[in-house]
């Protein structure tokens, strides 16, 4: 099936969505990666509040390369998922409803995703030069000293992705 979902993402939407499901994502989405994962685990450890609503967000594992003139981000493709698995839970359970990456999760990713109603998506590897005509604003938010590792808030019109685990436990990559 094909559909359509705006970011944040709903309740609604995550449930109702199924693994295997071509989808286009349209709204705010934040990108973070290893470094910036680490970061927010101990901003969390300090008692201290993430720098964006976690609430019904969507992360997109990706650390973009630079900008080319005229463009508002560099090739923009997902990274290995599982190097965020340590952290995913926790995440999951402050109210995180997407994560668009590459590769397969853990169980333990896998039990927190049914438990909160979210959603595992897949981009497409290789075709970040594409997926970054998506991107229509990108502005760093938080960790700027990591580079292309911190955290950004992107605008995404039409942003390609394949559901790859969805809020019931059906896997696209076991089906």
Same mark, same amino acid.
């Given at each position: @099936?094909?559909?359509?979902?705006? $970011?944040?993402?709903?309740?609604?939407?995550?449930?109702?969505?199924?693994?295997?499901?071509?989808?286009?994502?349209?709204?705010?989405?934040?990108?973070?990666?290893?470094?910036?994962?680490?970061? /927010?685990?101990? !901003?969390?450890? +300090?008692?201290?509040?993430?720098?964006?609503?976690?609430?019904?967000?969507?992360? %997109?594992?990706?650390?973009?390369?630079?900008?080319?003139?005229?463009?508002?981000? #560099?090739?923009? #493709?997902? !990274? !290995?998922? #599982?190097?965020?698995? =340590?952290?995913?839970?926790?995440?999951?359970? $402050?109210?995180? =409803?997407? @994560?668009?990456?590459? #590769?397969?999760?853990?169980?333990?990713?896998?039990?927190?995703?049914?438990? +909160? +109603?979210?959603? %595992?998506?897949?981009?497409?590897?290789?075709?970040?030069?594409?997926?970054?005509?998506?991107?229509?604003?990108?502005?760093?938010?938080? %960790?700027?000293? $990591?580079? !292309?590792?911190?955290?950004?808030? /992107? %605008?995404?019109?039409?942003?390609?992705?394949?559901?790859?685990?969805?809020?019931?436990? +059906?896997?696209?990559?076991?089906?």
């Amino acid at each position: @099936m094909e559909r359509k979902i705006n $970011l944040p993402i709903s309740e609604e939407d995550a449930a109702s969505l199924r693994a295997g499901d071509y989808v286009y994502l349209t709204g705010i989405m934040y990108s973070a990666r290893d470094a910036a994962h680490k970061r /927010m685990d101990e !901003t969390l450890d +300090n008692g201290s509040e993430l720098p964006f609503d976690i609430k019904g967000a969507a992360i %997109y594992y990706m650390g973009p390369s630079p900008e080319r003139p005229g463009r508002v981000i #560099g090739s923009a #493709g997902p !990274t !290995t998922a #599982g190097r965020m698995d =340590k952290y995913a839970p926790r995440l999951l359970d $402050l109210g995180l =409803k997407a @994560m668009i990456g590459k #590769g397969k999760r853990t169980r333990e990713v896998k039990d927190a995703i049914i438990r +909160n +109603n979210a959603v %595992y998506f897949a981009a497409v590897g290789g075709a970040g030069a594409i997926l970054s005509k998506c991107i229509k604003s990108s502005k760093v938010i938080a %960790y700027d000293d $990591l580079g !292309t590792e911190a955290i950004r808030e /992107m %605008y995404v019109e039409s942003f390609p992705a394949i559901v790859v685990f969805d809020s019931e436990g +059906n896997d696209a990559y076991t089906s």
